[in-house]
C-alpha cells in the first residue's frame, strides 16, 4: 500500500481551499513553493492541516469525488469550509504531519465545534463573559470568566476549574487541562478555544453547551447572539 500525504490549505480567497497530495519527503518543499509561489493564479496559500495514510492516492481521489460540486474545474480548488475538510481529514487514520502543536483528536473538534457555530451564525461580540455553574460532582459552584477576541474565546490564565472530571469530555481538551492547569486547579496560561463550548468544557471538565452557560454584563446567555430562523 502507497503511503503519502494529503494537505489542505487556505488561500487568500475566503472559502477557497486548496486539496493536494505529496511525499512524506517532499511535503516540507511542496509547502513552502505553494506559500510563496501559490497555485493556479491564486495566491496567499497557508498550510491548515496535513497527514500521512496508506493508500493516499485512493483517498485522494474519494476526496476528489466527494467534493467533485465543489471543485474548481481543471484544479485542486474547491469552493469548501476550511473546518469540513480539516473535520473530514483529521478523521482518517495516520499520523499527522501538520499542525504539531495540537493532537488530531483536538483538531477534529475544533474544526467540529467551528464548524457548528459558523452553521448555528453564532458571533459573540468582543468582551468580558462570565459563567456560575452548581457541579454536585465538585461540591462548589465553578465562576469564570471567558474572553472573546474577534472569534477566539479566551480563559485566561489564574481560572479555576473543576478538577473532578465528569462525562463527554474530549480528550483534545483534556489535554489542555493537563498541559495548563496546576495541582491545585488553577489555569497557567491563557488558553484559546475557537468555540465557547470547549472554553466551558475546559473550565468545568465535561462535555458542555457555552452557549447557555456563558453570560453577558446584562445576564443574557450568550445564546441570544445567534440568529434564529424566522
Known amino acids: 500500500m502507497a503511503k503519502g500525504i494529503i494537505y489542505a490549505m487556505t488561500t487568500v480567497v475566503h472559502g477557497l481551499v486548496k486539496i493536494g497530495k505529496t511525499g512524506q519527503e517532499n511535503f516540507e518543499q511542496r509547502m513552502r513553493n505553494l506559500e510563496r509561489n501559490g497555485y ?13 495514510v496508506e493508500d493516499y492516492d485512493e483517498k485522494e481521489a474519494m476526496l476528489d469525488d466527494i467534493f467533485s460540486r465543489s471543485r474548481v474545474p481543471n484544479s485542486e480548488l474547491f469552493a469548501l469550509d476550511i473546518d469540513l475538510v480539516m473535520q473530514l481529514l483529521s478523521s482518517f487514520e495516520g499520523r499527522q504531519v501538520y499542525p504539531k502543536s495540537k493532537p488530531k483528536e483536538q483538531v477534529f473538534e475544533q474544526a467540529t465545534e467551528e464548524r457548528h457555530a459558523n452553521l448555528s451564525n453564532g458571533e459573540v461580540p468582543d468582551g468580558e463573559y ?9 461540591g462548589k459552584a465553578i465562576e469564570a470568566t471567558m474572553i472573546v477576541r474577534s472569534g477566539t474565546f479566551v480563559i485566561p490564565a489564574g481560572t479555576q476549574v473543576c478538577m473532578v472530571e465528569g462525562t463527554g469530555l474530549s ?14 486547579g488553577t489555569s497557567t496560561e491563557d488558553v484559546e478555544f475557537t468555540s465557547p463550548s470547549s472554553a466551558c468544557s475546559f473550565v468545568i471538565g465535561a462535555s458542555a453547551n457555552g452557549w447557555v452557560n ?12 445567534r440568529e434564529r430562523e424566522s
Open 171 to 184: 480528550e483534545g481538551v483534556r489535554q489542555l487541562r493537563t498541559m495548563f492547569v496546576d495541582e491545585d
Open 130 to 138: 462570565t459563567m456560575n455553574r452548581k457541579l454536585k460532582r465538585a
Open 40 to 52: 493556479f493564479n491564486v495566491t496567499g496559500l497557508k498550510r491548515a492541516f496535513a497527514i500521512e
Open 214 to 225: 456563558w453570560q453577558n454584563a446584562e445576564g443574557d446567555y450568550i445564546d441570544v447572539y
